[in-house]
C-alpha cells in the first residue's frame, strides 16, 4: 500500500494504521487501470476529441444513461457540468448560488470541506444537527431552522451520508424536498456514495423526487469513490433544470472551473461501463467488513457504540461512553496506532466520535479491532 | 494520428489535413509516458502524496528549479498555483483582478480564448493591435491607449506570442514594463511557449524584470505544450508577490479552481526532470520545419508573406496579396483541403491571414504546402 504513494498511507509513521481518508485498500478495476495504459501507450495525450465530440460531453452522457438505468432518473445531459473534483464543485455552487454574508445549511456531522466552503466563500454556516433515532441519524425538520440569523438560502445534502452511513428513506427525502420547495432553498446533493448502499436499498436521487425540487438542485456525483480513483480528478455536477445550470454559469463561467484530465474522462467512463463486475465483489467485501465490524464491536467493545452504515464504507462511532478525557481520535492515534478520522473535524460537538474507514482487508481490519481492544484495556 | 481520438485530427472530414489547433504530431517523450504508464500499473490513483506532501506542491518546486536554473529567475514555490489549464487561468485572473465593465488590454492578433474570457466575465476588451515592422511584428506601447474608455486594468502578455512567434526583446519588454508600473496595470503574462524558441534566443520571463514587475505579475506556464500533453490538463499560475497571490485568492479560493489529476501533475514532473533530450530533438526538428516552410513559400508562393516565427510552432501567414474574395482560411479549406486557423478567430480585421501549426513530420509539411500551391494555381 505505502509504495503507491497515498495520502492515506503515507501521512502517519509507518507505526500507524490507517483508517481515516476515504478511500478503498483495494486493487484497481482492471478495465479502469486498462483505459488508463491505453492512453498512455498510444501516446494520446492532445487535446481530446471523441467521435467528434469532446470527451466532457462523453461523461455527461454516460452520467445521464446511469442514472436513467439505475433510478429510473431522466437526466439532460446538456445540464451536466464535468468538473474536476467535489469539493470544486461545493464551492462553486455555494459562489453561484449565495452571496457573502447569507446562510448556507449544512447537515452535522459534516464531511469537512462543506463547512470549510461555506466559510472561505465568506458565507455563514447554518448548522442542521443529527439525531440519533431507532433507526440510525436523523435529521429534524424542525431543527433545520428557517429562523436562523441569516436564514439559509442553499443547504448541503449529503446522501448517502458522510460520515454517518445513513440513507435517507423516500418519506424522509419527500419531507425535505416539501421543506425546501416552501422555503425556496437551492439543494446541492453530494450524491457520491450513491453506489456503496447495503442490504439491497436503492439509492433515491434527491433530483428525482419531482420537477420542483430538480429545479432547485445540483446532484453532484463521480465514479472516483465508487472505484477507488480519486486522484484522477473528474466529477459531474448535473443542473436540475437549465435555467438553474443559467443561474450558475452566469457568475461562474465553466472555463473558469478548468478541465478534467483525459486520464479521469477515460477511466470514468471505462468505470461506469466495464466496472460493474469488480464493483460488485467489492461492495459485498464492504458489506461483509460493515457486519464483522459491527459484530466485533458489540462483542467486545460494548462502550463504542455504532449505528450500522447503511451505505458508505465509513462507521461513525460513538464512544463518549468510554470516559476518555481526551479527543478519541486522539485516544487511538496515540494508544492504538490506530489513525481514524477525528470526530471534531466533522462536529466541533464530536470529539468523543471517530470515523472509522472499513474498506480494506480483513487482516487489517482485524489488526485495527484488536489495536483498539488493547489500547482500551490498557486505560 | 487519427486513431489517438485528438481535436487536430478528427475535427475535419479525412480528406482534409489538419493544420491548426496548436498541439504537435510527434510521438510522446518517453519518460512521460513511462510516468503515466508507472501510475496505471502500480494503481496508484488515489488521493495522491508525494513525500508527506500534496503533488501539487511538487509541480511548484519544479517549477521553480526550471525557472531558476534557465532564467537565473527565482520564483517563490509558496506563490504558485496548479491549476488544470491556461485559459482555466485567464479566466480566472481576469475575474480576480478587474471587475465587470472593466478594460482588459489584449494584444492582437490574440488567441481566441483571451478575448472570449474578457467577453465572457462580462469586462471590456481593450485591443492592442500589432504592426508589423523589419524584426517581425511589434506592439507600440503607443497604442496601448490610456485613452480607451474604460481604461486597461490589466493586460494579457503573451510571450513568445501565439499566433505571430513573436518574442519580445529585452529593451521592448523594458518599456512595457515601465509602462505597466506608470498605469498600475496588473499583467497575466502567457509564456507557455518560453521552450519553443529559436536560434539560440533565450526566453525572457516578464516577471523577471525586477521586483515592481514581479509583484504586478501572475505568470502562466505549462508543460503541456513543450511536450505535446494538453488533455493531460496540468498548468502553474505564479504570483509575484504574496500580496497579488493573497489579493487573487480572496476572490477565487484555490479549492474553487478544481486540482490537476495525478496524471497530469506525474507527467509534467517527467516532463520536466527527464524529457530535455525529447525536447531538444523536437525542437531542432521544429527549427528545420519553420526555415523550410519560409524558403518554400519564398520561393514558391510569394504572394503569401511571413515573418519567420522566433518561436513556437506556428506561422501567421499573410495572405493579403493574393486578393481572394473571402476568407484566406476558408479558401484553403475548400480548395487545398487543409484547414489552418482562420485568421479572423484571433482579430476580426484578419480574414486574410492564416495560422499554419508545422509542428509535424517533413512528408506532411511536404503535402500541406503542396495543396497550398495547388490551391492557388488552380483559383
Known amino acids: 500500500m505505502r509504495r503507491r504513494g497515498s495520502l492515506k498511507w503515507d501521512r502517519y509513521d509507518p507505526s500507524v494504521l490507517p483508517c481515516w481518508v476515504a478511500e478503498m485498500d483495494f486493487d484497481m478495476a482492471e478495465p479502469v487501470r486498462r483505459a488508463v495504459a491505453d492512453l498512455s501507450a498510444a501516446g494520446a495525450f492532445q487535446y481530446p476529441l471523441r467521435g467528434g465530440r469532446p470527451p466532457d460531453r462523453l461523461v455527461a452522457d454516460a452520467f445521464a444513461e446511469r ?35 447569507e446562510g448556507v445549511a449544512v447537515q452535522l456531522p459534516a ?44 443547504l448541503i445534502l449529503c446522501n448517502p451520508h458522510n460520515p454517518t452511513g445513513r440513507m435517507l428513506s423516500r418519506t424522509e427525502l ?3 424536498a416539501d421543506h425546501v420547495v416552501r422555503n425556496d432553498l437551492i439543494v446541492v446533493a453530494d450524491e457520491i456514495h450513491a453506489d456503496i448502499v447495503y442490504d439491497g436499498r436503492a439509492h433515491i436521487p434527491f433530483a428525482s423526487l419531482g420537477p420542483e425540487v430538480a429545479r432547485r438542485t445540483v446532484t453532484l456525483h463521480s465514479a472516483t469513490k465508487s472505484f477507488g480513483i480519486p486522484g484522477l480528478r473528474c466529477a459531474v455536477m448535473h443542473f436540475g433544470s437549465r435555467a438553474l445550470l443559467e443561474r450558475f454559469t452566469a457568475v461562474l463561467h465553466p472555463r473558469l472551473l478548468g478541465q478534467s484530465s483525459i486520464a479521469g474522462i477515460e477511466a470514468t467512463l471505462a468505470a461506469w461501463r466495464d466496472g460493474q463486475e469488480w464493483f460488485d465483489a467489492v461492495l459485498a467485501h464492504l458489506q461483509g467488513m460493515r457486519d464483522y465490524v459491527r459484530a466485533v464491536l458489540r462483542a467486545e ?5 455504532l449505528h450500522p452504515p447503511q451505505a458508505t464504507y465509513l462507521a461513525w462511532l460513538d464512544c463518549s461512553a468510554m470516559g476518555l478525557d481526551r479527543p478519541a481520535g486522539e485516544f487511538f492515534l496515540h494508544h492504538a ?16 466520535f471517530i470515523r472509522m474507514n472499513f474498506a480494506t482487508s480483513k487482516p487489517l481490519i482485524d489488526e485495527i479491532l484488536d489495536r483498539m481492544r488493547q489500547a482500551m484495556r490498557s486505560r
Chains 1, 2 share one sequence.
Do not use: N
Open 67 to 101: 442514472m436513467e438505468r439505475r433510478y429510473g432518473w431522466p437526466v439532460d445531459p446538456d445540464c451536466t457540468l464535468v468538473v474536476t473534483d467535489l469539493v470544486q464543485a461545493i464551492y462553486a455552487a455555494v459562489t453561484a448560488f449565495t452571496r457573502k454574508g
Open 174 to 176: 419527500a419531507a425535505l
Open 337 to 352: 496506532k490506530v489513525a481514524f478520522s477525528a470526530g471534531e473535524t466533522f462536529d466541533p460537538q464530536a470529539s468523543q
Open 301 to 305: 467493545m460494548p462502550e463504542i457504540g
Open 111 to 154: 464531511y469537512p470541506p462543506f463547512r470549510a466552503a461555506v466559510e472561505d466563500t465568506g458565507r455563514h454556516a447554518v448548522a442542521w444537527p443529527a439525531d440519533p433515532g431507532p433507526g440510525g441519524y436523523g435529521w429534524d425538520l424542525g431543527r433545520l431552522s428557517q429562523d436562523s440569523r441569516p436564514a439559509a438560502k442553499l
